[in-house]
């Protein structure tokens, strides 16, 4: 059975950090951090076949955080919006995924970049913007099980980072960008 663990990254670890485990069932096991250390014992304790990170896991081939990746540039032409890296926030965004990305991979776990945002554009299904309940709602009606009653937007969306990780195991997601540079990973539209 395959698993994968949706990390819905924050900048700081000030901050909330939302975790959600999913396995090919889709029951959700979910937790809200802060410390580096929590993630990764939260994945340690639960192995998964990959982990699905919802910040940006490299930084542009030129090196520069000024810089689109090519991967931006993709999802830019396909209608979505990511937030750019030349904001504060999303550079201690960024260099914080790296950390991590980095941790988790010499610990042999698989790692992929995705954006939930757009995944649940492409999915057709709400997102924190048009509600959290709306959006917890729309999760449950894609299979997803056990999401607790009191949730909020971090848990939503490392379910849905979860959820496109399950997608990708089964064969189901594409890559966006430049391998060389870095890609992102968002379902197939469907029809």
Known sequence: MVSAIGVDLAGSPK??????????????????????????RFIGERSPDLVAIDA????????SIQSMREC?????????KPLPLTLRSMRLLTM?????????????????????????????????RDGIKRL??????????NLP??????ILDAATCAFIGILYLKGLCIE????????????RRFK
């Not at 931006?72 to 979505?80: H, I, S, T």
């Not at 917890?136 to 099980?145: A, S, T, V």
């Not at 060389?180 to 968002?186: A, M, P, S």
Request: net charge negative; hydrophobic share 35%.
């Open 96 to 128: 914080r995924g790296i950390k991590l990305r980095e941790k988790l991979e010499s610990l042999g776990f698989k790692v992929i970049e995705v954006f939930p945002t757009g995944a649940q554009k492409i999915l057709k299904i709400s997102t924190k």
């Open 15 to 40: 901050n909330w950090t939302g975790l959600c485990y999913l396995d090919e069932t889709l029951r959700c096991d979910t937790l809200r951090v802060h410390e580096d250390e929590e993630i990764m």
């Open 176 to 187: 966006v960008g430049d391998p060389d540079e870095g890609v992102i990973v968002i379902p």
């Open 56 to 63: 940006p896991l490299t930084l542009p081939r030129e090196g």
């Open 72 to 80: 931006d540039k993709a999802l830019m032409r396909m209608g979505l």
């Open 149 to 154: 009653e009191e949730v909020d937007g971090d």
């Open 136 to 145: 917890r709602e729309d999760l449950r009606r894609l299979g997803l099980k």
